[in-house]
């Protein structure tokens, strides 16, 4: 195995073990472009383990996430590197010409939790209107559909504007399931004026109330209104499939069916994220894969 096979296999190995969604979708990708997102989640993944790392100065997280990327765009430019990430994320940036301030971006997406105050069991809004939360999920989801599609494969720009509101229709399903453990760090991302309509401020997703089942009736307005927008973005995913390249339509398709499942179970739980975290067997998802596998050779 030379350099280059060894630091995808690497990459490869850092999404089996920490994509638990994603990975789903890119098995059922050619060899080469699954080999491309593998890197591409790897370099995330090493961003987000410093933005998440326990304490710690934001500010030195923010200075090593800088470092991190400056090392990227380096490779970018021509340097050789011993990093296997490095390596295999630079060669997957020249083979599908992925511009490099997406990745600048994919970086200060996983930044922006920094930016917010955390005080345990004092959970505080972050956004007060939908088009906050859309600026957020921007960066921490959106900017992830548009890399997805530069490996993917497409030539009408439309598919850009449709992975845009494909990212932000996951990111919305992520919000609603996480209500629980978010509000336990001290951060609301449901939109102020969103909880407004149902009554709805900080102090209900205090963790103490949260510890009561009873509370997601609550919060039960809020959670189907967030997820009744995320279906609508959902619909893009449709228009984007047929945009992109045939061999990647099917990796599509199982993210896209993973996380409306996900969004279905929820809604199938009368919206209670609380009693437990909502996610799909592993059983699931290896059926949704089949389908998937069954979809390319078709």
Not at 63 to 92: I, N
Not at 211 to 236: D, G, H, M, V, W
Not at 271 to 284: G, K, S
Request: proline letters at 4%; one cysteine or more; a negative charge.
């Amino acid at each position: 195995m030379n350099q280059l096979s060894h630091a995808y296999a690497v990459c490869r190995g850092i999404s089996r073990r920490a994509a638990k969604n994603f990975y789903y979708g890119f098995m059922v990708l050619p060899s080469e472009k699954r080999n491309a997102l593998s890197a591409v989640y790897a370099f995330m993944r090493h961003a987000d383990d410093i933005s998440d790392e326990p304490g710690g100065d934001p500010q030195q997280k923010r200075q090593k996430m800088g470092e991190w990327l400056d090392a990227a765009k380096a490779v970018f430019a021509g340097k050789s590197t011993d990093d296997p990430v490095l390596m295999a994320l630079g060669d997957a940036q020249q083979k599908f010409k992925i511009p490099p301030e997406l990745f600048e971006k994919l970086v200060y997406g996983t930044s922006l939790d920094l930016e917010i105050p955390s005080v345990p069991d004092q959970p505080a809004l972050v956004c007060r209107t939908f088009e906050d939360l859309k600026h957020y999920c921007y960066y921490v989801a959106s900017v992830v559909g548009l890399v997805c599609i530069r490996i993917f494969g497409y030539e009408d720009s439309k598919a850009e504007f449709l992975a845009e509101d494909c990212g932000l229709a996951f990111q919305l399903t992520n919000i609603i399931r996480d209500i629980k453990e978010d509000a336990s760090m001290g951060r609301i991302y449901i939109p102020e004026e969103d909880l407004a309509r149902s009554n709805l401020s900080a102090a209900d997703f205090s963790p103490a109330l949260l510890t009561n089942p009873a509370q997601a009736q609550q919060l039960r307005p809020a959670l189907e209104f967030e997820a009744e927008r995320a279906r609508k973005y959902y619909e893009s995913a449709k228009w984007l499939m047929e945009l992109i390249e045939e061999d990647s339509r099917a990796a599509l398709w199982v993210l896209v069916e993973i996380y409306s499942q996900l969004l279905q179970k929820i809604t199938g739980r009368n919206y209670d994220v609380l009693t437990e975290r909502v996610r799909l067997t592993t059983w699931e998802k290896l059926k949704i894969l089949s389908r998937g596998f069954l979809r390319r050779i078709v």
